[in-house]
């Protein structure tokens, strides 16, 4: 009885088949699962290879000699519909071991392998994903056994296959490290964190390599069971080596920006202040909160800036290219200050202008010194000139003394002796008074001409009188006029009046 129940209950059909193959007996779910895929109702003594499709019938057979040599045997078969059965061939044996009958046993399997067909579809379409994945991805349990990884997980640790099954993740040559650089135990984080069904996300780790780290940027993913226990976990990474050396470059690059004495500038594609340095603050006298969304023209003008150095300014701007020069700014309290400049405009890829950047060096202090040497040039320029012509006066002295001392002197002696002459030799007078004329005529012209030559004694008389006489003298009394009434003559010295009566002599 206990037995009957057992096969009448039971989801396998079972059928008892003697060693020629007939039936002896079977169970109720015999008959539902012969009548679906044979077509046929199963009765004692009926052949079970006769009632067998042609296309099963040899293989059968086969198989049931196998087994009636004391074999098992089990297998699958599909059926033109798509249906599936699960065939298991049982050896019954004596107490002697003989094979005496077959015990058959029959099962549906067509939705156990629907399912399977369906999970192995997606399972191929999850890998197909996850093998084209450029991050690696490791699926791992918790004792570092590994599930399954796909290619990229391979190329970015740069390990064999062999090495990452025998090792897991961590491997031994990874560190992890924080925001500040201080070292981690990935380990500690898995069995603390993951294990408790907590995601670890932008985890940064180092891998040791041959020419130093590669750094990783990890995520770490519980998996859990459908008791919501974390049983595994998934570890999706990438290479962020150069990405973490920009951000190092772009860290130091952005600390010398800040700190250096030359003034940094960006604006936007308007040409608006988005951000500026602390030397422009210190230099301008601007804050940043100040300066914001400010034009540099407009915030450092002032009266005496140079236009064309403006125009050439917005320009360049305009036509989006670099340009360098230097212009006076002012501060916000009015105070001048020199800029040599350099501005750069900014690209992105698709070389549209998004901003801006410009670099700047006070040269206020270069300027001045500038200023302050053509001033020195100029004014030793002015003071050789005074020399020149004080030479030239002292020379001219001299000439005009010693026309008037020696030659004057020795024409006067030539003269007093024309004039005994005349009164000794009355014969000769017409002649004699002809060469006192000439001495006459040569005396007044020197004198004339020393009188021009020797420079004026102005503690005896005045610039505007000198200056007068010389007009006098070249007949332009009548054509110049001279208003000398706000003249002060205290406030020139000897030596600008000399130049300016040498001047008027010479013109």
Known sequence: AYMKSILESTPEALLLLNTGHYIIAFNPRAKIILSKFLKVSPEEGMNLIAILPDFRKEDAKQKLDYASHGNFIEYEVQYPDGSWLLVSFSPVKSKEGKVGEICVGLRDISLRKKTEYALRKNDQQYRSLVDSLSEGVIFQ????RIITFNDSAIEILGVEKDDLQRYGFPLPNCIAINEKKEKLDIKEI???????????????????????LKWLSINIEPVRNEESLAYAYVITFNDITATFKNREELSLLSKVVKETSNIVVITDDKERIIWANDA?????????????????????????????????????????IPVRGSILNYTKTGNKYWSQYNIHPVHDENGKLIKFFSIQTDITESKKLQEEISRQKESRQKEKIRATIKGQEKERNEVGQELHDNIQQILGAAKLQLDCAK??????????QNGIENINLSIEEIRRFSKRLVAPRFQHSKLADEIDNQLGNLGLAE?????????????????????????????
């Open 280 to 320: 422009f603050t210190k230099i301008s006298e601007y804050t940043l909160e100040e300066a914001r969304n400010k034009k540099p023209g407009w915030l450092l003008k002032g009266p005496e800036k140079d236009q064309k150095e403006v125009d050439k300014i917005k320009a360049a701007v305009k036509n989006e």
């Open 423 to 432: 009164s000794m030799a009355p014969d000769n007078l017409e002649y004699i």
């Open 479 to 507: 054509r110049v006029l001279l208003d000398a009434e706000k003249l002060d003559e205290g406030a020139l010295s000897d030596g600008i009046k000399l130049v300016y009566s040498a001047l008027s002599r010479s013109s």
């Open 141 to 144: 349990s918790f004792d570092k």
């Open 190 to 212: 898995i069995r603390n964190r993951v294990f408790e069904g907590h995601a670890v996300r932008g985890l940064v780790a180092g891998i040791e390599v041959s020419n130093g």
